[in-house]
């Protein structure tokens, strides 16, 4: 994915091309007149204070970016160290459970396809609305777009984010034939998955190593065909 994130913006047209501002000398101290004509300064564009506003201008850009995904900023910005780590073996697990069932991983493809057209989207409206000149604001931008690029698969299994989302309206939209016991035995084993995943995200907020942990584990479950709804609940801990 992080080649899904450079295509993007490789390929965007000439005035939205980036970069260039950051690279350029800057004056330490700029000054300009007062009404009594004296000289004051004006904030430094590599003080702390500018550092501490490109820091917010950047958490604003993931936010809104993040947003478009349906995932929380402040989930992701505890996602880090172990957690990380633990969150990559998941989404080994969780792929090689959709390649199981063919129809699962055509939705959760054509799932991943309306994210990708809704991060783009917010891309292009945030860098649409930057003026020329605000090419440092641009160039925030950019890294936020990149930074989520980097971590794309993971981030579709956060709480609430796509891939969670197709697989509870396909549980729904199995569930009264699957009671029923009308479904046909292609639609069975695509309900089975779907619920046995589900199980897995039901009450894991993904917050530390533990809990990808758990979640690994039941999606190694639908994996190996055991549909048994299992209750796997985020354990508060932090695991540093």
């Known amino acids: 994915m992080s080649d899904y994130g450079q295509k993007q913006i490789e390929s965007a047209p000439p005035e939205q091309t980036f970069g260039g501002a950051l690279n350029e000398p800057s004056k330490a101290i700029e000054h300009k007149r007062d009404d009594d004509g004296e000289a004051e300064p004006t904030a430094s564009p590599i003080n702390a204070l ?13 936010a809104d970016l993040l947003d478009a995904l349906h995932v929380d900023l402040e989930t992701y910005e505890h996602f880090s160290g172990p957690a990380f780590s633990a969150a990559v073996a998941a989404n080994e697990e969780f792929s090689r459970a959709r390649r199981s069932n063919q129809t699962l991983d055509n939705a959760l493809a054509a799932r991943d396809e309306q994210a990708r057209a809704s991060l783009e989207n917010a891309f292009s409206l945030r860098n649409s609305q930057l003026r020329p000149g605000q090419e440092r604001k641009r160039q925030l931008l950019r890294d936020a777009y990149q930074e989520i690029a980097k971590y794309w698969h993971v981030l579709m299994l956060f709480p609430n984010g ?12 199995l569930e ?13 084993a695509l309900y089975g998955i779907a619920r046995t995943l589900v199980d897995a995200f039901k009450g894991n907020g993904r917050g530390n190593e533990f809990s990808w942990r758990r979640l690994e584990g039941g999606f190694n479950q639908a994996l190996h065909g055991s549909h048994t709804p299992v209750a796997f609940s985020d354990d508060k801990r932090t695991i540093n």
Request: a negative charge; proline letters at 3%; zero cysteines.
């Open 176 to 188: 009264t034939d699957a009671g029923a016991g009308t479904l046909s035995t292609d639609d069975a």
């Open 162 to 173: 796509p891939y969670e989302d197709v697989l509870r309206v396909l549980v729904e939209e």
């Open 50 to 62: 500018d550092e501490m506003a490109s820091a917010d201008q950047k958490a604003q850009y993931l």
